[in-house]
């Protein structure tokens, strides 16, 4: 079992940058793949960025957003530039227990409670 705690969330103008950061519990953290997903108000929780040897972004936070991750304090980042009001979201963090990069939901194992971020115009 994994247990994992988002924090970073808040409030940001539009242009500015934000950074996430989730802490995961557990000895097998380096094993594991991590994601972040985002969800607005009435949409589908959807891809953000994952990580595990190599990384994968969703093509809207390419070239604006980072994740990476530092195993031995079992956290993963999201670093988020360039923000615009339509990032605003709940944004997850998740763990998948298998090495593969993975970008849907169902494919991840373990979900954090999220962390609030709005962007404002």
């Known amino acids: 079992q994994v247990q994992l705690v988002e924090s970073g969330g808040g409030l940001v103008q539009a242009g500015g940058s934000l950074s996430l950061s989730c802490a995961a519990s557990g000895r097998t953290f380096s094993t594991y793949t991590m994601g972040w997903f985002r969800q607005a108000p009435g949409k589908e929780r959807e891809f953000v960025a994952a990580i595990r040897w190599s990384t994968e972004y969703a093509d809207s936070v390419k070239g604006r957003f980072t994740i990476s991750r530092d195993n031995a304090k079992n956290t993963v980042y999201l670093q988020m530039g360039s923000l615009k009001p339509e990032d605003t979201a709940v944004y997850y963090c998740?763990?998948?227990?298998?090495?593969?990069?993975?970008?849907?939901?169902?494919?991840?194992?373990?979900w954090g409670q999220g962390t609030q971020v709005t962007v404002s115009s």
């Open positions: 998740a763990a998948r227990k298998w090495s593969a990069i993975a970008t849907t939901t169902r494919e991840f194992d373990y």
